[in-house]
Structures are given as C-alpha cells and as structure tokens.
C-alpha cells in the first residue's frame, strides 16, 4: 500500500502552515503592496496588439536578451555587471538558497523581514537564523556583526526598505555587514521606487553583493519578474538553478514595452509618495495610532486590539494586513498599503468608524 503523506514529506515542511494569500475579492485592497493605479489605456491598447502577435506555440526567448538590454538602462546596472531574472524576486530567493544549501549552511536574515527569507530556507533544508532588529526596527550593528562572527552564514538578506517595517537601514551598518561577511550579502531592493537609496552604485566596492529588485511593487506585480545583479562569476553559478523559460513570452514582451516607457510607472510612483505622506499625517492623528516612518509604499502602524481592528475594518470592506502574533516585536502591529486617495479615504473611514464601534 503506497505510503501516507507523513511517511514521505519532511516533518519541516509538513510543520509549515501555508503561506496564506486572503482573498480580496471586491474588497477596498491594500495588503499586498500593490501598485492601485492601471496603466494607461493607450499603452494597454499598445500591449493588447503585441500580445496578438506573439508567438505562443514557442519557447520564450531562453536568455531573454531584449529584455536585460532594457532593464540593464531602465535599472542603471553599472557597467561591468551582470543581470539573472526570475519568475519575481520569490523565485530569485529560492535559487539563491539552494545554491548555498550545503549541509550546515546558514541563511542569515533580520527580523522582523520578508517571511520569504525564512521559509524558503525552510523549503530547502538550509538553517535560517534570525536576527532581532531594534524595537524601532533599526539594525543592530553589535547584534548582527556578532550573529555573522557565530553562524558564518553563506547568505545574508537585507531588505532594503524593510518589509513590514518601511524603514532604510543605517547604510554604514549595512556596508560593515557586507564588509564582515564570509560569504553573499543580498540587499532585496523590492520597495526601490519607492526611496531614494539603493547600493546598485556599491556592487564594485563589494565582490560578495547582490542587488535585488522587482517590477512587482512598480505596478507589474501580475506579470512576476524579479532582478538579480551582481558580478558575473556569481550570477553564472545560479543561473544553472534557473529552470529552462523561467520568464514567460508574455512576461518579456509586456516589461520591454512598458520599460520603454517608464516615465508612466515613474510618475505613478510619485504619486504613491505623496500619498503616502498625507496618510501618515491623517493615521497619526488618530488617537490611540502609532505609525512608523515609511520609505516604501505601505505603513506599519500599532493600535491596540489590532486582531479587533482588522476584523473590523475587513467587516466594512477594507483589506489590510495584520502582523500581530508573527514576531514579538509586531504585537498590536498592522501594515496598509498606500491606495488611490479614495482608497486610503475609505480606509481612514472604516477605522474611524471600527475605532467608534
Ligand atoms: N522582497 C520583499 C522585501 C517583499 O516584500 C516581496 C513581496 N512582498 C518580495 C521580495 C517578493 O516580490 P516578487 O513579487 O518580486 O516575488
């Protein structure tokens, strides 16, 4: 008699519960990141005649050359690096893992950070150690340096902005970070559009960084393409984990066509900003509200009774994230995406009126 599940799968990964995505259908939606804004209707119409013509009964374009020419511009890739994409940044996590699982290999994450980082190492058998941040999400220099002396991970994340905290990092304790390393430092620049900073321009300082990013945060999170870059003796080694046309014909045809004109997404994403900024104001204003300071495009907040005020906001229509009971220091924690100003409006409604109740 064949054999139950129990007796085949790892006991690690039948003691994972799900990752779970809620759906969010017809909800005011702000949980997952997402650029709110379509792209305008006469580059969809552009998109919609390109999709006509492309040649479905082929393989995609296997090294996706047309599309790394134009994210090597769009990126500002400095000269002498070398692009790997992926099926999203989720995809590039899960090479980048089981490239370094040797027996005993450590992944090295930050605390509070993507759940990614973790359960990924969790899928391929790697120990993923975890290190506190501040409980005003910053880095802990002594902290981390110290993890990196005792574990000597073979792979370090940073996320950079944070997720579900929206900070930068202190840059200098980053640098040390990389600087302290014995082996890869990858600064997952998923929330880029939405800060100023980025260590792309220190790829040449550090032999052992890699820079990471996604159009998924951007306003393509339906099409899954993330961007690995870094030195070419790295990339050539996980490029043999990539699976043959990872990147999908449709993928590359709309990211090159939409790339081309990025000034779109560019424009979007500063009004993203903006918004965000008359959030913060309006849900620090509201009493009982902590915020924390955002460089990306969502907000973590603390309230009390946050289970509550979920549950409360999701009864009017309103789609956020709880964190409460992931880690210690979210207690209380919930994170909203920034939305269409009639989106965020709608959200401040239905706390204000969860907060009445
Ligand atoms: N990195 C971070 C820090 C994220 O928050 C996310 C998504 N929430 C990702 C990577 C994954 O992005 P992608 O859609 O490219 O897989």
Request: proline content about 5%; charged content about 20%; glycine content about 8%.
């Amino acid at each position: 008699m064949a054999k139950a599940p129990e007796e085949i799968i790892r006991d690690e990964i039948r003691a994972l519960s799900a990752y779970h995505v809620p759906d969010g259908t017809g909800m005011v939606k702000l949980d997952a990141m997402e650029n709110p804004y379509q792209l305008p209707s006469e580059l969809r119409a552009r998109l919609a005649r390109l999709i006509e013509e492309a040649p479905l009964n082929r393989y995609p374009d296997p090294g996706a050359g047309a599309l790394k020419a134009r994210l090597r511009q769009t990126l500002g890739v400095p000269a002498g690096m070398e692009l790997l994409l992926g099926n999203g940044s989720d995809e590039l996590i899960q090479m980048l893992v089981l490239a370094g699982a040797r027996p005993g290999a450590v992944v090295l994450g930050l605390e509070p950070s993507f759940t990614m980082f973790r359960m990924i190492s969790t899928f391929v058998g790697a120990r993923y150690v975890g290190v506190d941040l501040r409980e005003n999400f910053a880095l802990d220099a002594e902290r981390v340096l110290a993890a990196i002396e005792q574990h000597k991970p073979g792979l370090i994340f940073i996320a950079y902005p944070n997720n579900p905290s929206g900070n930068l990092f202190d840059a200098g304790t980053i640098a040390r970070a990389i600087e302290a390393a014995p082996g890869l430092v990858v600064i997952d620049e998923a929330y880029h559009p939405f800060a100023e900073k980025s260590f792309m321009v220190n790829l040449a300082r550090h032999s052992n960084l890699l820079v990471m990013r996604t159009l998924s945060k951007l306003g393509l999170a339906g099409i899954r393409l993330g961007v690995l870059v870094g030195g070419g003796a790295w990339l050539a080694q996980l490029d043999k984990l990539r699976l043959p046309y990872n990147v999908n014909t449709l993928t590359q045809i709309i990211a090159c066509e939409v790339l081309q004109h990025g000034q779109v997404l560019t424009e979007q994403a500063a009004a993203i900003k903006l918004e965000r900024g008359r959030l913060l104001r309006e849900l620090r204003s509201v009493a009982g509200v902590t915020t924390y300071p955002s460089d990306a495009n969502f907000i973590l907040f603390r309230i009390s009774h946050a289970e509550r005020v979920f549950d409360g906001l999701k009864q009017r229509g309103v789609l956020i994230k709880s964190l409460h009971g992931s880690h210690h220091l979210l207690a209380d924690c919930l994170r909203v995406t920034v939305g269409t100003p009639d989106e965020n409006a709608a959200f401040l409604a239905a706390l204000t009126h969860t907060l009445n109740a």
